[in-house]
T-cell receptor, first 115, second 113 residues
């Protein structure tokens, strides 16, 4: 069965360190998204991609970067982790259908703690 | 700008009672609307979605939602709640032009025996 996986599921790091969260999907979806979930804010979009070599900033992109070298993966990098980036991170993917309806499928999430 | 409001942060209902979770959206064009459910420590699971057509949408686990354009609402309902429905529920609106989802802040549902 097609799925979307995230690793690690839990991560503790220190302020200032570089951290990369992995997202891998086997749906062969062109669109991939990264969100962070915080109490009182719901899910907020960090970065997204419509295909290989395409990346776009979301509403809370400062301090994060992504790269898309293939269809299956969209790793999220925190260049220099800050305590404000302690959160739960979700990856999602959807089929290509710009201008039409679409459904995003979510991974299980990564809980990141920055000390 | 697009936005989604879920006015109820926390709701408690008794098992077997009916449920309605409120969702209001702000969007200039015809919206694509979604309800997701998140169980503790889990990812988000799609309950149902509205793209067009019949304004009453049926979803999984016995949930339904009604799109009311005049009220800019997409409320989620279930006639009889089960203890396993205890979770957090998120309403979201999607732009057809960008496929980006805008989420509400969520409603946490507790179910009393």
């Amino acid at each position: 069965d097609a799925e979307i996986t995230q690793s690690p599921r839990h991560k503790i790091t220190e302020t200032g360190r570089q951290v990369t969260l992995a997202c891998h999907q086997t749906w062969n979806h062109n669109n991939m998204f990264w969100y962070r979930q915080d109490l009182g804010h719901g899910l907020r979009l960090i970065h997204y991609s419509y295909g290989v070599q395409d990346t776009n900033k979301g509403e809370v992109s400062d301090g994060y970067s992504v790269s898309r070298s293939n269809t299956e993966d969209l790793p999220l990098t925190l260049e220099s982790a800050a305590s404000s980036q302690t959160s739960v991170y979700f990856c999602a993917s959807s089929a290509l259908s710009l201008g039409g309806s679409d459904t995003q499928y979510f991974g299980p999430g990564t809980r990141l703690t920055v000390l | 700008a697009q936005s989604v409001t879920q006015p109820d942060i926390h709701i408690t209902v008794s098992e077997g009672a009916s449920l309605e979770l409120r969702c209001n959206y702000s969007y200039g064009a015809t919206p694509y609307l979604f309800w997701y459910v998140q169980s503790p420590g889990q990812g988000l699971q799609l309950l149902l979605k509205y793209f067009s057509g019949d304004t009453l949408v049926q979803g999984i686990k016995g949930f339904e939602a009604e799109f009311k354009r005049s009220q800019s609402s997409f409320n989620l309902r279930k006639p009889s709640v089960h203890w396993s429905d205890a979770a957090e529920y998120f309403c979201a609106v999607q732009s057809g032009a960008t496929n980006k989802l805008i989420f509400g802040t969520g409603t946490l549902l507790a179910v009393q025996p």
